[in-house]
């Protein structure tokens, strides 16, 4: 078979039996979408992803609760487990007698303990991944970056923030004297996927790179936009490891690892689709995976229902994104024409980062439409491909 030339990374031992990066094959992961209280469907949602070929699932953890779950789930699955710390990174030391790898968001340590320096917190978080052997993933997201950040960049510029922030914590865990982690450079834009992890593999060519293009939405625009990523990065030699996002009903998560797989594979045989870069066209709706913190479990039939209802505007250039909860949600909506967040019963619609109101989850879409209507009058179709290149010039 053949194989992807890697760039060289160093090995980040992830439990007894997987290692991410070293040259070792690329670990594909994924994510349980259940409410991680519910430990039976949590714990047929991990076995499903193991059986679909996951090397490693994460779990998301935001409460005592949720880690007195996740303590049940691990005693009834085998594959490495991750946890999701978001807001919860001082649930930490809880966690991670459970957990072979921890994942916390660096523009997530902010919002809480505001007095505690940042670095105070990663130093807690080493010492907690120390103690029990666990790995570390430093997991930057375009919706939640760190404020300060966001601020020395212009507001047009999406990708330095990220990289910014990615290499701060590098050189925060370095300084440390940590080791066992990996980074994550996500983005819903599939060239500033590209482009952020490219800049931040010239400067920290060292560390195993996990690849992502976060909130890639529904199949087949959310594969595709996920694998001109991967194609362009994997082609590079860059990602030690990846996770497909896709907004599908929780029993068909196994379509994240199998499509990553088959990304690898495609890569590996020099079989590309994609082109150099990612032009959004037309109609570009964006919705998160959805994981246990899924404010409702209509979100994904919400998803679905946004992408069905607004089919008529594909011609035209409007992003509108679709998120499952408060976490990322109000972040990540602020940059598309137009957004909806779930809380439990209701649904917040936005029109940029300004809130239109909040509509039940069997009214918003009616709502969504009249404001889909409105920017279809304000934006001319796209211009017609021509028939073949030569009609262009006669
Ligand atoms: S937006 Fe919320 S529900 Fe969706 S994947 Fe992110 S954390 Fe999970």
Redesign the pocket.
């Known amino acids: 078979m053949m194989q992807i030339q890697r760039q060289p990374t160093r090995a980040v031992c992830v439990g007894d039996g997987l290692v991410i990066g070293g040259g070792h094959p690329i670990a594909v992961q994924s994510m349980a979408a259940t409410r991680t209280q519910d430990v039976a469907a949590t714990v047929r949602q991990v076995r499903l992803l193991e059986a679909a070929g996951a090397d490693l699932v994460r779990v998301a953890v935001d409460s005592r609760q949720d880690v007195t779950s996740l303590a049940q789930v691990r005693q009834q699955t085998r594959v490495p487990l991750s946890v999701d710390l978001q807001e919860s990174y001082r649930l930490a030391a809880d966690v991670a007698p459970h957990v072979q790898k921890i994942r916390y968001n660096p523009g997530h340590l902010h919002h809480h303990e505001k007095q505690v320096p940042v670095a105070d917190k990663v130093a807690r978080l080493v010492e907690v991944a120390e103690r029990h052997g666990c790995a570390l993933r430093v997991g930057v997201n375009c919706g939640s970056v760190d404020p300060a950040l966001t601020e020395r960049f212009p507001a047009a510029d999406a990708v330095s923030p990220i990289v910014a922030s990615a290499l701060e914590h590098c050189a925060l865990l370095d300084r440390l004297g940590f080791a066992r982690y990996c980074v994550s450079l996500k983005d819903s834009d599939p060239n500033h996927v590209i482009d952020a992890n490219i800049r931040f593999a010239a400067q920290r060519p060292d560390v195993p790179l996990h690849l992502g293009v976060t909130e890639a939405g529904l199949p087949p625009d959310g594969i595709v936009k996920t694998r001109i990523a991967f194609e362009q990065l994997l082609a590079r030699g860059l990602g030690d490891t990846l996770r497909v996002s896709l907004t599908v009903p929780f029993d068909n998560k196994g379509e994240e690892v199998r499509v990553g797989r088959q990304i690898i594979a495609d890569v590996a045989a020099g079989r590309f689709q994609s082109v150099p870069r990612y032009l959004p066209q037309g109609l570009n709706i964006i919705s ?4 246990s ?2 404010e409702n479990e209509a979100f994904v039939d919400l998803a679905m229902r946004v992408a069905a209802a607004t089919s008529f505007a594909r011609e035209h250039r409007i992003t509108i994104a679709v ?3 408060r ?3 109000p972040g990540e909506t602020d940059g598309a024409d137009l957004g909806l967040w779930c809380a439990p019963r209701f649904v917040n619609l936005k029109r940029g980062p300004e809130l239109v109101g909040q509509f039940s989850y069997d009214e918003v879409v009616e709502r969504l439409l009249v404001e889909v209507r409105r920017l279809v009058e304000e934006r001319p179709l796209l211009p017609a491909e021509p028939a073949c290149p030569g009609a262009r010039a006669r």
């Open positions: 998160c995976p959805s994981c913190r899924v998120m499952g909860c976490v990322n949600g």
